[in-house]
């Protein structure tokens, strides 16, 4: 039965704007005591663990918890609006970020107490860091294609097999990967995956492999598991049924403002460099670029207010990435071309220049992480009943 794509008309309430200037003044701080600096913030990897536990101490990770792990029990909006000003200046979120955005939620509806009460503090403190297990060499974005294999032995499991384009994986402190514990059914081919919380600095048979960007940079990771021991205890959720938990989860993932701001320093810098007085065609560059940003910020701000009412909005969420991510690629583009006939000279033109470079090259990982515009347009279709 086909789905509706429906987006609430939802706007940001008083108290998450008041918020917002308090995280700004923190902010001001943290900038003017050289924690990190926004113009040169989008060459480095964010990896701050000092940043993450004052931004712990303020109470804005896994803000929307309960009190009991550590959390605020404030909004999703609330949390939109700490996340949008950390991601409109490069702020270095690298190290709470994916555990704020998703595992926590995950490991509240799906752990053990006891696993409850280890963890989620230590997350709110600014103290762990996540990442996500789900694609996998062969397979990519395709998370129901998953072949790397959970055996079951006595007290747990034996992990065996491969995934890829793991954000962070050689940082990170723990994983929720998806791992096959169940051939696919003819009838189900989503049957069979089960959720796993990884361990990931004090589990034996694990090894990481970075993948090299064309910065240099090696943000995305192979993981390769060999008989990598998995307690019992560190099951999520339902054997076989994770598929549900999956696409849930991907509606967390997939629908922040981190999807379309990613490479706002460049509208920022090409601002800069036009001046205050741009031509005519420089001014309706801009001015469609901000058009079409504004309304990729109300779609996403829609979505987290849905997260708020208790929905899942996942085709929502997959369309917000998929738009994203073509504005944040098409972003460098448009803004050399808008620049062209800038004076060379021009004393701001080199951060320009050097931060468009850098944009462009961070291109193709934009449509990797977080799933392939393959894979969401066929989530899309297929909640349309159109596949």
Known sequence: MPSNIEFDPIRLPPEAEELRTEVRAFLDEE??????????????????????????????????????????ERSFLERYVVTEEFRAIAAPTRVFFTADRQSGPVLIKYANEDIKMDVLPRITRGECCFCIGMSEPGSGSDLFAA????????????????????????????????????????ENRRHGLTSFLVDLK????????????????????????????????HVMGAIDDAWKQATSELAYERSGPERFLETL?????????????????????????????????????????????GKEPVLEGSIVKDLGTNWEQDLPARARDLAAFVDPEAGNRAAFDDLLQYATMIAPKLTIQGGTREILRGIIARGLDLR
Do not use: C
């Open 147 to 186: 072949s790397t294999k959970a055996t079951k032995v006595d007290g747990g499991w034996h992990i065996n097999g491969t995934k890829i384009w793991t954000s962070s994986a050689h940082l990170a402190d723990y994983m929720i990967g998806l791992f096959r514990t169940s051939p696919p059914t003819e």
């Open 265 to 309: 320093y460049v509208l920022v810098e090409l601002v800069r460099v036009l001046g205050e007085k741009p031509d005519v065609r420089g001014a309706e560059g801009i001015g469609r670029l901000v058009a079409q940003l504004h309304t990729l910020r109300r779609m996403s701000v829609s979505v987290n207010g849905m997260l708020q009412a």
């Open 202 to 233: 004090n589990t034996e048979g694990i090894s990481t492999s970075p993948i090299h960007q064309m910065t240099g940079d090696a943000d995305f990771n192979e993981v390769h598991f060999e008989d990598a021991f998995i307690p019992d205890d």
């Open 31 to 72: 900038i003017a005591a050289g924690t990190f600096d926004p113009e040169t913030a989008p060459f480095t990897n964010g990896f701050n663990r000092e940043f993450a536990r004052k931004v712990g101490a303020k109470g804005w990770i896994g803000m929307t918890w309960p009190k009991k792990y550590g959390g605020q």
